[in-house]
Nanobody
Framework: QVQLVESGGGLVQTGGSLRLSCGAS????????MGWFRQAPGKEREFVAA????????RYADSVKGRFTISRDNAKKTVALQMISLKPEDTAVYYC????????????????WGQGTQVTVSS
């Protein structure tokens, strides 16, 4: 059974930083590209960042470029999202997801999802 478990969310002030982590089990982690998505109340789930199975290529939403960094550790089966200079508009539930279909930005391309972790940025 595939499990993706996010951690590291919380409440932070504008300009602050957080590091999200996602641990994977039940899949050959190094065979999957990994992505982070987020969903704010009343909004659709949106792409944040993705990384290829080797970690050699990354992709970011324009709204987070220069502020967020995605990384992975295949030995530990984890993917992380380092977030700096956080803004109130970054407030959302953040999800990690796994796909064998490349680092796409569309949620339907991702086969497996975690339960999400809440990030709240206060103004």
């Amino acid at each position: 059974q595939v499990q993706l478990v996010e951690s590291g969310g919380g409440l932070v002030q504008t300009g602050g930083s957080l590091r999200l982590s996602c641990g994977a089990s039940g899949l050959t982690f190094s065979s999957y590209a990994m992505g982070w998505f987020r969903q704010a109340p009343g909004k659709e789930r949106e792409f944040v960042a993705a990384i290829t199975w080797t970690g050699g290529t990354t992709r970011y939403a324009d709204s987070v470029k220069g502020r967020f960094t995605i990384s992975r550790d295949n030995a530990k089966k984890t993917v992380a999202l380092q977030m700096i200079s956080l803004k109130p508009e970054d407030t959302a539930v953040y999800y990690c997801a796994a796909t064998t279909l490349g680092i796409g930005t569309t949620p339907r391309l991702y086969a497996y999802w975690g339960q999400g972790t809440q990030v709240t940025v206060s103004s």
